[in-house]
């Protein structure tokens, strides 16, 4: 299989527009070594033509851009986008559905039934894209009822693991949570038998997510905040990160401890939020994450597995 990173920040992007935090101000001036990053999402394929989509961030039209293997030119209108999947129901992983509206047949997208909601209701992309190309919605059941393989998926195996996170704010059950909200997702590939688990937004390693966190050849998860009250000092906001469904990465429990005990190959942190000091390449904090085996993604980074 081999997994593309189309974006690899958090809502916002990297820098974010009005932000002048050190990261972003340090960017822009040129104060700091780091990358310029758009907002979450990765493709996914099997075969190496065919590609899923996971997530559709609001900077998708750049990603495609930036991506060419997901243009094939096949047809007057073509992509290689053959389906997408919703890991929730947030604006950063969703709005970029608005801007494939052009689509010449419904949107193949698998989602479960808590972000089907959320898309009908607080969020109707559903309901506004009924007016373009229409989307072919697939349920991805929670509890997982099995493996399955969206169109353009072919040579492997998806399994929905459901995940403590928090649904979006416009969510008709925001402070109620269900399962479903957020999930995480195995990749396996049927040939090689190497699995991926992608999750980009991950709030706690319940007993269910450290099993499937120790069977995967390669890692992906959340890695938006360095400390819990990352965003609190800054004065940017008075939101913790576990307050919203992101394990911080330092500290005891978080991220790294989480992360360093695994025999993975590789473990990748994802969907970074602009404030985070791992986005200097230079930081003590990316030094720390690099004597862990544990690496950052950036916009173009490619796996093969
Ligand atoms: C999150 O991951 O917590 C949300 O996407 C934040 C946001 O984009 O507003
Ligand atoms: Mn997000
Ligand atoms: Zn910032």
Not at 28 to 52: F, H, K, L
Not at 104 to 109: D, N, Y
Not at 178 to 207: K, S, V
């Given at each position: 299989?081999?997994?593309?990173?189309?974006?690899?920040?958090?809502?916002?992007?990297?820098?974010?527009?009005?932000?002048?935090?050190?990261?972003?101000?340090?960017?822009?001036?040129?104060?700091?070594?780091?990358?310029?990053?758009?907002?979450?999402?990765?493709?996914?394929?099997?075969?190496?033509?065919?590609?899923?989509?996971?997530?559709?961030?609001?900077?998708?039209?750049?990603?495609?851009?930036?991506?060419?293997?997901?243009?094939?030119?096949?047809a007057l209108r073509d992509t290689?986008?053959?389906?997408?999947?919703?890991?929730?129901?947030?604006?950063?992983?969703?709005?970029?559905?608005?801007?494939?509206?052009e689509g010449r047949v419904p949107?193949?997208?698998?989602?479960?039934?808590?972000?089907?909601?959320?898309?009908?209701?607080?969020?109707?992309?559903?309901?506004?894209?009924?007016?373009?190309c229409?989307?072919?919605?697939?349920?991805?059941?929670?509890?997982?009822?099995?493996?399955?393989?969206?169109?353009?998926?072919?040579?492997?195996?998806?399994?929905?693991?459901?995940?403590?996170?928090?649904?979006?704010?416009?969510?008709?059950?925001?402070?109620?949570?269900?399962?479903?909200?957020?999930?995480?997702?195995?990749?396996?590939?049927?040939?090689?038998?190497?699995?991926?688990?992608?999750?980009?937004?991950?709030?706690?390693?319940?007993?269910?997510?450290?099993?499937?966190?120790?069977?995967?050849?390669?890692?992906?998860?959340?890695?938006?905040?360095?400390?819990?009250?990352?965003?609190?000092?800054?004065?940017?906001?008075?939101?913790?990160?576990?307050?919203?469904?992101?394990?911080?990465?330092?500290?005891?429990?978080?991220?790294?401890?989480?992360?360093?005990?695994?025999?993975?190959?590789?473990?990748?942190?994802?969907?970074?939020?602009?404030?985070?000091?791992?986005?200097?390449?230079?930081?003590?904090?990316?030094?720390?994450?690099?004597?862990?085996?544990?690496?950052?993604?950036?916009?173009?980074?490619?796996?093969?597995?």
């Amino acid at each position: 299989m081999r997994i593309h990173v189309l974006g690899s920040a958090a809502g916002g992007g990297y820098p974010q527009w009005n932000c002048n935090c050190p990261m972003c101000d340090g960017l822009r001036r040129g104060r700091i070594s780091a990358r310029a990053r758009t907002q979450s999402s990765i493709v996914v394929s099997g075969n190496g033509t065919d590609w899923v989509l996971f997530n559709a961030s609001p900077d998708i039209l750049a990603q495609i851009r930036a991506f060419p293997e997901l243009q094939p030119a096949r047809a007057l209108r073509d992509t290689a986008i053959r389906s997408i999947v919703l890991m929730d129901g947030q604006v950063d992983h969703t709005t970029g559905l608005l801007m494939l509206r052009e689509g010449r047949v419904p949107l193949e997208i698998w989602c479960t039934a808590m972000v089907r909601e959320d898309m009908t209701t607080g969020n109707p992309l559903f309901t506004i894209l009924g007016h373009f190309c229409g989307v072919d919605h697939h349920e991805i059941a929670i509890p997982s009822a099995g493996a399955f393989t969206p169109r353009g998926a072919d040579g492997l195996e998806f399994t929905a693991v459901p995940l403590t996170s928090k649904a979006a704010p416009y969510s008709p059950h925001r402070d109620n949570p269900h399962p479903g909200d957020n999930i995480g997702m195995r990749i396996r590939d049927t040939r090689t038998g190497a699995t991926a688990f992608y999750a980009p937004g991950l709030g706690a390693i319940e007993p269910h997510v450290a099993d499937e966190l120790a069977r995967a050849d390669c890692v992906m998860v959340d890695g938006t905040f360095w400390t819990d009250d990352e965003m609190v000092t800054l004065g940017i906001s008075t939101k913790r990160a576990r307050d919203i469904g992101h394990l911080p990465q330092s500290g005891a429990g978080g991220m790294i401890d989480v992360l360093r005990a695994l025999p993975a190959k590789r473990k990748v942190l994802i969907h970074i939020n602009n404030t985070n000091p791992i986005l200097d390449e230079d930081s003590p904090q990316r030094a720390e994450l690099a004597r862990h085996g544990i690496e950052v993604a950036f916009d173009g980074m490619d796996i093969a597995l």
